[in-house]
């Protein structure tokens, strides 16, 4: 525990100096998230409504700024030689991916609009069972699973690490995962926000909403507008609650 977070960083820790093929993710992530974002925009210029997957996508998009400070807090390190911000904060990772705002957009797309799927399969099959109940049968081992596939193969490949692990991990030549800490609290963190992204009124609409009067607002831009911000805050500030624990456990065993 006794090394600087910025000597790691810049550094790499030699595993992650020099990943395997770095590009397709860094090169995928942004390709695949403008032909999401276009296709997108077109349903929204179609219906003049943004489907809840668009919403999504957008808050989730905008989640990104909070991925450095829970890496910091997970002891976690990306390969230098992703085109990085030109940016140094304390208590965030050293080594910054430009490539964060794109993968956070499709990477939460995918799973949310997955679980929505199941969870939805799930209520229809068991009508009696309740939603907190489906959400969490779901949410919790899905987020996990999700994890261990996309950044334990990112992990094995370079293209990130984490230099300190606490309990089992995949470990590799260019990369560790580990098991537990931090893919438990992640998936802790994501069966929280399913809950809430799956909360709805009585009249069938979207309780997050409410907090930007959205579900009273009459139909057009102002209303689109409002529910993007609606989905935006609420997104941000639970993502951002599972940051701050990472920021607060590190704090903790440092």
């Given at each position: 525990?006794?090394?600087?977070?910025?000597?790691?960083?810049?550094d790499?820790?030699g595993?992650?100096a020099?990943?395997l093929?770095?590009?397709?993710f860094?090169?995928?992530?942004v390709?695949?998230?403008?032909?999401?974002?276009?296709?997108?925009?077109?349903?929204?210029q179609?219906s003049?409504?943004?489907?809840?997957?668009?919403?999504?996508?957008?808050?989730?998009?905008?989640?990104?700024?909070l991925e450095?400070?829970?890496?910091?807090?997970a002891?976690?390190?990306?390969?230098?030689?992703?085109?990085?911000?030109?940016?140094?904060?304390?208590?965030?990772?050293?080594?910054k991916p430009?490539?964060?705002?794109?993968?956070?957009?499709?990477?939460?797309?995918?799973?949310?609009?997955l679980?929505?799927?199941?969870?939805?399969k799930?209520?229809a099959?068991?009508?009696d069972w309740?939603?907190?109940?489906?959400v969490?049968?779901?949410a919790?081992?899905f987020?996990?699973v999700?994890n261990?596939?996309?950044?334990?193969?990112?992990?094995?490949?370079?293209?990130?690490?984490y230099?300190?692990?606490?309990?089992?991990?995949?470990?590799?030549?260019?990369?560790?995962?580990?098991?537990?800490?931090?893919v438990?609290?992640?998936?802790?963190?994501?069966?929280a926000e399913?809950?809430?992204?799956?909360?709805?009124?009585?009249n069938g609409?979207?309780?997050l909403?409410?907090?930007?009067g959205?579900?009273?607002a009459?139909?057009?831009?102002?209303k689109?507008l409002?529910?993007?911000?609606?989905?935006?805050?609420?997104?941000?500030?639970?993502?951002a609650?599972?940051?701050?624990?990472?920021?607060?456990?590190?704090?903790?065993?440092?």
């Amino acid at each position: 525990m006794n090394t600087t977070w910025l000597h790691i960083g810049h550094d790499a820790g030699g595993a992650v100096a020099n990943p395997l093929v770095p590009w397709v993710f860094e090169i995928g992530s942004v390709v695949l998230w403008l032909a999401i974002a276009v296709y997108f925009f077109r349903g929204n210029q179609r219906s003049g409504s943004l489907s809840k997957y668009a919403l999504i996508f957008i808050g989730a998009t905008s989640m990104f700024w909070l991925e450095f400070p829970a890496d910091w807090g997970a002891f976690l390190v990306y390969s230098p030689r992703f085109a990085l911000f030109p940016i140094e904060l304390p208590f965030t990772t050293p080594n910054k991916p430009m490539f964060m705002p794109a993968a956070y957009g499709w990477y939460f797309l995918a799973i949310y609009s997955l679980i929505w799927f199941l969870v939805d399969k799930l209520r229809a099959a068991k009508p009696d069972w309740s939603r907190v109940l489906v959400v969490l049968l779901i949410a919790a081992p899905f987020f996990y699973v999700w994890n261990l596939m996309v950044e334990g193969f990112s992990a094995l490949v370079g293209w990130w690490t984490y230099y300190e692990v606490f309990g089992p991990a995949l470990h590799s030549a260019r990369g560790t995962y580990p098991l537990v800490f931090p893919v438990v609290p992640f998936a802790v963190y994501g069966v929280a926000e399913a809950l809430v992204l799956t909360w709805k009124d009585k009249n069938g609409l979207h309780m997050l909403e409410h907090i930007t009067g959205a579900h009273k607002a009459t139909a057009g831009t102002g209303k689109e507008l409002r529910r993007v911000a609606a989905w935006v805050i609420t997104m941000n500030c639970i993502f951002a609650l599972f940051s701050l624990s990472m920021v607060m456990f590190r704090l903790a065993v440092e």
